[in-house]
């Protein structure tokens, strides 16, 4: 047989083996979101992207940093380096932005967001939708990385007309959830969720953020309307 067979043998189960792309769910996925975590999982292997789950892998200490804890998130760091480092983890794969800022600029790794990695492969993504929709843009995806043109090329795959709201893109609105503002001030962080979704309009909203999710999921009147873009991919 030709060496290109067994290459694609050794890929299609590198997840199984100890490929080096790590999938990294994020603790809020992996805690309060499993039916996202088990979109994502099933996505990569439809995708025929290999990769690894590390179940002993700390929180990637994205809340410590923000918090101002340097010392003890350079100590969860160093723990979570030296496990990574042992199963030979080259590159991680995050659906978290969060969790993608963290790992690239704090850890140094060759990180993607999931939306990037999917990016690559959109030519295997259905076309079956037919509807107008909104996409959120993530504050960190887009004001800090710009990144907002992979998750509108993977929305618009599926058949999914996108119609920007107001504040998109690099100059996006907060869903409020984010540094601290939900855990301090609860109350606020829905006022500006509330006002988010206004913006957003009455149309299905598509979001990249688990944050952005579960906080919109919890103040929309119609819950049924915001969906995660790993949803969107499957619907």
Do not use: W
Not at 87 to 95: A, C, L, M
Not at 122 to 130: C, E, L, T
Not at 157 to 180: D, H, M, R, S, Y
């Amino acid at each position: 047989m030709s060496a290109n067979f067994f290459r694609t043998v050794k890929n299609k189960f590198s997840g199984i083996s100890g490929g080096k792309t790590l999938y990294y769910p994020g603790c809020m996925t992996t805690s309060l979101l499993p039916s996202i975590l088990n979109n994502y999982r099933a996505l990569l292997s439809d995708f025929g992207i290999g990769f690894v789950m590390l179940k002993e892998l700390s929180c990637c200490g994205s809340p410590l940093l923000n918090a101002g804890y340097a010392q003890d998130f350079e100590e969860i760091k160093q723990k979570n380096m030296a496990l990574l480092q042992k199963h030979g983890i080259t590159k991680i794969i995050t659906n978290c932005p969060h969790c993608y800022v963290v790992f690239k600029k704090h850890y140094g790794f060759d990180t993607e967001h999931i939306t990037q990695t999917f990016a690559a492969h959109k030519h295997k993504v259905s076309y079956k939708n037919r509807e107008e929709v909104v996409y959120h843009d993530p504050c960190l995806l887009a004001r800090q990385n710009n990144v907002f043109d992979e998750p509108r090329a993977l929305i618009r795959q599926t058949g999914f007309k996108i119609v920007e709201p107001l504040k998109t893109k690099e100059k996006t609105f907060c869903c409020g959830a984010g540094g601290g503002v939900k855990q301090n001030f609860p109350g606020l962080a829905n006022k500006i969720a509330k006002e988010r979704l206004r913006q957003l309009g009455a149309k299905k909203v598509i979001v990249s953020c688990p944050y952005c999710y579960a906080h919109f999921q919890e103040n929309a009147e119609n819950k049924k309307n915001i969906l995660e873009i790993s949803e969107a991919l499957l619907e």
